[in-house]
Nanobody, 121 residues
Framework: QVQLVESGGGLVQPGGSLRLSCAAS????????MGWYRQAPGKERELVAR???????NYADSVKGRFTISRDNAKNTVYLQMNSLEPEDTAVYYC???????????????WGQGTQVTVSS
């Protein structure tokens, strides 16, 4: 069974920082793109940042210059460094990974359980 386990969420004041981590575990042959999405109350889930297996990144306009996505392929882990946090960043953050369980299986998307990030004074 494949799992994505997130950590690092919490409560932070405006202007503060948090670092999210997401580790993939289980029977995994290859991990392709990895990313972070978020969903605020009453809103649809949206892309925050994604990173390809070779390190290419893309970000939502709202987080450019403040958030940085990175990954450690040896640890099957993706990170999201969030700086200069704003109340509008409050949401549940979900990890996503596009993975293949064997060398011949079709790759598919997997999701973590989500971690709450609250930015408030």
């Amino acid at each position: 069974q494949v799992q994505l386990v997130e950590s690092g969420g919490g409560l932070v004041q405006p202007g503060g920082s948090l670092r999210l981590s997401c580790a993939a575990s289980g029977s995994i042959a290859r991990i392709y793109g990895m990313g972070w999405y978020r969903q605020a109350p009453g809103k649809e889930r949206e892309l925050v940042a994604r990173i390809t297996s070779d390190g290419s990144t893309n970000y939502a306009d709202s987080v450019k210059g403040r958030f940085t996505i990175s990954r450690d392929n040896a640890k099957n882990t993706v990170y999201l460094q969030m700086n200069s946090l704003e109340p509008e960043d409050t949401a549940v953050y979900y990890c996503n990974a596009n993975m293949a369980r064997t060398t011949t299986s079709v790759r598919r998307n997997y999701w973590g359980q989500g971690t709450q990030v609250t930015v408030s004074s």
